[in-house]
């Protein structure tokens, strides 16, 4: 069985004024907190200890976007720094091969602030991704393309994101590829943990239905310093969703809250609603964003249009002659989400790191992720979860 082995990395916040000193709590909050130098050395050390084909590290590079901050990150990844304990730690990777694969976060959009304004000192030490771009590389005999989207936001304040339709293009991907998608802002959560509006994606939704439709293994993002993962499809989401649909507008959005508490994954959506107010399931709100923006489908109209979300439903019903089959296979297909949390975070308090696995058999992928949380004075495998 063939496999390729990914770090998922996320959030690293290197500090920029003093690479060894966490700055004075009477720096403004929320921005006080950069890493944390002995989890950082413990981290250099582990990823040495085993094997792995690519490292991923889904945004937050740094702590205010700053100059020297980015130079330190570039130095830990393809070179070497000096710790406190004046030992020399680094990775070496190789840039020319693609060892190691970014994305921006809104952290690195502050360009030495404290809120999002540009990416104009994150490019200067990493590529520029310019909406979105795909990196086509491979390990193990396995060829993989990384999807890589920026959903920095400047408009959004000191945390919201957006990633603009015009970056959503159609994957040329076949089964044998490994297809990943890496994005800072999280499209999904466990429900246990708090929710933060701010901390949102504008259009989660128009994002999130267009990655489902298409044929890929694995989204890997992070934000916020929780950590998540499971495999799922687009039909597993929409039946957590459509309870909502027997019960009462009001009565069912309270239930819809208690059901998200009990199960997993959560999501957040920003539907459009029908001229009655009321708002169309995800089922058929999925089905017409996938016609809208995947298949171009110029006719279409949005839920905005229509009276009721029922003569919604009609219409994008009426299209399902020509797109049906197409529609329920991307529908059925299991996708890996995976949100890791910071591994080096001086102000967090569940540090730690994902190590995915993805396995090959009979031209279908299948991913496995591996836990490893900071224990206080190591990273140590916790669980793993397929």
């Not at 966490?22 to 990823?47: F, T, V």
């Not at 990416?119 to 491979?138: A, M, Q």
């Not at 992928?365 to 495998?381: A, I, L, P, R, S």
């Amino acid at each position: 069985m063939e496999e390729v082995v990914i770090i998922h990395l996320s959030d690293l916040h290197f500090s920029e004024s003093d690479f060894w000193e966490r700055p004075p709590e009477k720096s403004n909050w929320p921005h006080r907190s950069g890493h944390d130098p002995y989890m950082l050395i413990a981290l250099d050390k582990i990823l040495k200890s085993f094997r792995w084909d690519k490292i991923v590290i889904s945004g937050d590079l740094s702590r205010i976007g700053h100059t020297d901050s980015f130079g330190y990150v570039k130095n830990w990844l393809y070179g070497e720094i000096i710790a406190p304990n004046g030992q020399r730690i680094g990775l070496k990777l190789a840039e020319d091969r693609n060892d190691c694969i970014l994305v921006p976060g809104n952290h690195d959009c502050f360009n030495g602030g404290k809120i999002q304004h540009s990416l104009t000192n994150y490019d200067k030490c990493f590529p520029h991704i310019s909406g979105s771009k795909v990196i086509r590389t491979e390990a193990n005999g396995i060829s993989i393309n990384f999807h890589l989207y920026d959903s920095t936001y400047p408009k959004g304040g000191f945390a919201k994101g957006h990633i603009y339709p015009v970056n959503f293009s159609r994957f040329k991907t076949n089964d044998e590829t490994l297809d990943i998608v890496v994005v800072h802002h999280h499209l999904a959560q466990h429900p246990e943990h708090k929710r933060h509006r701010t901390l949102e994606m504008v259009n989660t939704d128009d994002f999130l239905a267009f990655l489902l439709s298409e044929n890929i293994n694995a989204v890997l993002f992070g934000h916020t310093h929780e950590r998540f993962f499971e495999n799922v499809s687009a039909e597993m989401l929409k039946k957590y969703i459509l309870i909502k649909r027997k019960y009462g507008r009001w009565f069912g959005s309270i239930l819809l809250k208690y059901w998200f508490s009990q199960k997993m994954p959560s999501l957040s959506f920003n539907r459009i609603p029908t001229k009655s107010g009321r708002f169309p399931s995800f089922d058929k709100y999925f089905e017409y964003l996938y016609l809208r923006d995947v298949l171009k489908e110029k006719d279409i109209l949005g839920p905005d249009k229509f009276k009721g979300p029922q003569h919604f439903y009609d219409h994008v019903k009426s299209f399902r002659s020509d797109y049906g089959k197409e529609i329920k296979k991307v529908r059925q297909k299991k996708v890996a989400f995976s949100m890791s949390p910071s591994p080096c975070y001086s102000g967090g308090e569940k540090n730690g790191f994902h190590r995915l696995i993805f396995r090959r058999k009979n031209s279908k992928f299948w991913c496995e992720c591996q836990y490893y949380k900071w224990d206080g004075n190591d990273f140590v495998f916790t669980d793993k979860k397929t």
